[in-house]
């Protein structure tokens, strides 16, 4: 079964609005990870928010994680067309060298 | 500054025919090494992951291997292609300098098993 799971699954917005993306885990974990993968391209790391942080920020994004929920949210600000993408949420139980659990993502699509 | 090589980028390969993956890395030293497979509108499935030379994980039982001779190189194979092989086919590493967690990835192999 998925450790992260997103929702929506797709999420259609114009272009200046902010968009919401939420991931749900099911074990504690070290860290959460949000990345971004463009149509037919690898994924890019976009920020890491550790088990003992609660929010963070990265440019026009916001990571929030609620440990005692088992959720996170990614918030991007005044989004662009090119934030067109599917985003993962990923998580690591272990230490280092810890694999990474990825959820299924959310197709986002900023129309301009 | 780091970068990872993936070929080829497509491939198109019959039922039945051997595969090989080739994935490399440049500006780092020890990475931990991935491969992972894309259904199409999937998350990502981890298939192997290494640690080191001649060090290899698997995740899934499946008709696919993994090798890593070298310390950046990490290659994925299969004797006998199935269809269920179809997919984006992503190496990713970690660690050396840019610490163990984030995972940085390279640009996919797209491959059709017909």
């Known amino acids: 079964s998925q450790q992260g799971e997103e929702d929506p699954q797709a999420l259609s917005i114009q272009e200046g609005e902010n968009a919401t993306m939420n991931c749900s885990y099911k074990t504690s974990i070290n860290n959460l990870q949000w990345y971004r993968q463009n149509s037919g391209r690898g994924l890019v790391h976009l920020i890491l928010?550790?088990?003992?942080?609660r929010e963070k920020h990265s440019g026009r994004l916001r990571v929030t994680l609620d440990t005692s929920k088992k959720s996170s949210s990614l918030l991007i600000t005044a989004s662009r067309a090119a934030d067109t993408a599917s985003y993962f949420c990923?998580?690591?139980?272990?230490?280092?060298?810890?694999?990474?659990?990825f959820g299924k993502g959310i197709t986002l699509s900023v129309r301009p | 500054s780091q970068t990872i090589h993936q070929w080829p980028a497509t491939l198109v390969q019959p039922v039945g025919s051997p595969l090989s993956l080739e994935c490399t890395v440049e500006?780092?030293?020890?990475?931990?090494l991935y491969w992972y497979r894309q259904a199409a509108g999937r998350g990502l499935q981890l298939l192997f992951y290494?640690?080191?030379?001649?060090?290899i994980s698997s995740e899934v039982p499946q008709n696919l291997s993994a090798s890593r001779p070298q310390d950046r190189q990490f290659i994925l194979s299969s004797k006998k292609l199935l269809l269920s092989d179809s997919g984006f086919y992503l190496c990713a590493w970690s660690g050396g300098k840019k610490g163990s967690y984030e995972q940085y990835f390279g640009p996919g192999t797209r491959l059709t098993v017909t």
């Open positions: 290494s640690v080191g030379i001649g060090q």
């Open positions: 928010i550790r088990s003992n942080e």
């Open positions: 500006g780092t030293s020890n990475p931990n």
């Open positions: 990923a998580t690591v139980i272990g230490g280092a060298n810890s694999k990474l659990t």
